[in-house]
């Protein structure tokens, strides 16, 4: 049983002490992934990678809350799904009318900066992975490790217990279900 496993271990049975000693193994992993998650954000979200992380390692390691943790693979499963509603809760708050609504800023020094990629409305990949989800839960949870926990598509096959054939071709398909539901309808989608 690896260190991470042991603590998670730790952890389930109450142990206080754990959650202290499993931050500093996963921190890096964790950051990671979740400056992946946020470079893929509208580029005037405010939340930053390093806030992502803590509130969801507060809400996997909650010693109040005993947590089941199979593996190492189920934790950051857990973790990709925390990050996912950290995100879908943030987008929903800037969202409100409290907040201004669907009103966006307005910059007086205008810049024209290319960007790759297209930002990401995590709303509308919410709703569609939930509408997936419904029909399709195994191929939905590879993809929350796959996008979310940025897992590396042999990682994923392994958490799933399918071959990695498998895993890459519900990979394509739950790609191209989730982009036509979340493309304007005026766009095709990409690859």
Known sequence: MGDVTQILSNIQSGDQGAADQLLPLIY??????????????????????????????VR????????????????????AEAMR????????????LKRGGGRGRVQFDHVNIAADEPTLDVLALDEALAEFEASEPQIATLVKLRFFAGLT??????????????????????RAWLLGRISPPDESPKN
């Open 28 to 57: 890096e992993e964790l950051r990671r992934l979740a400056a992946a998650k946020m470079a893929q954000e509208s580029p005037d979200h405010t939340l930053q990678p390093t806030a992502l992380v803590h509130d969801a390692y």
């Open 60 to 79: 996997l390691v909650d010693v109040e809350k005993a947590q089941q943790w199979d593996s190492r693979g189920h934790f950051f499963a857990a973790a």
């Open 85 to 96: 509603r950290i995100l879908v809760e943030n987008a929903r708050r800037k969202k409100s």
């Open 153 to 174: 598509m042999d990682e994923v096959a392994a958490a799933q217990g399918v071959s990695a054939a498998t895993a890459k071709s519900q990979w394509v398909y739950a």
